[in-house]
């Protein structure tokens, strides 16, 4: 069983900072990646950022964030992050953050390839006004 329950979405200014958290909830001590998708009005759900459970793989980051984004993970309490700098208008949409067990590598997972196999959080809204 898989629960992932979001916190920390809102709305900030153009060069504003905002740190999502997803507290995952696994019943199982098997491998999975983890990682914070987002989705805007009209557009596919599409990558972030992810990284491995056993920090086994390189992380990923979308072109778009790499830089001012950083996904991180608190291995005890289990609660991934995802800390948001410089937001720009265009990162405005909905995060949400995602965990699969069926995949051999970040690379893959975050094509979302096999997309029956994720587990979703509720997602949280993030709107960056110019």
């Known amino acids: 069983q898989v629960q992932l329950v979001e916190s920390g979405g809102g709305s900030v200014q153009t060069g504003g900072s905002l740190r999502l958290s997803c507290a995952i909830s696994?019943?199982?001590?098997?491998?999975?990646?983890m990682g914070w998708f987002r989705q805007a009005p009209g557009e596919k759900r599409a990558a972030v950022a992810a990284?491995?459970?056993?920090?086994?793989?390189?992380?990923y980051y979308a072109n778009s964030v790499r830089g001012r984004f950083t996904v991180s993970r608190d291995a005890v309490k289990n609660t991934l992050f995802l800390q948001m700098n410089s937001l720009r208008p265009e990162d405005s949409a909905t995060y949400y953050c995602g965990v699969s067990f069926k995949h051999g590598s970040v690379t893959s997972f975050v094509s979302l390839a096999g997309y029956e196999y994720y587990y979703w959080g509720q997602g949280t809204q993030v709107t960056v006004s110019s």
């Open positions: 990284i491995s459970s056993r920090n086994d793989d390189r992380p």
């Open positions: 696994v019943s199982t001590s098997a491998r999975y990646h």
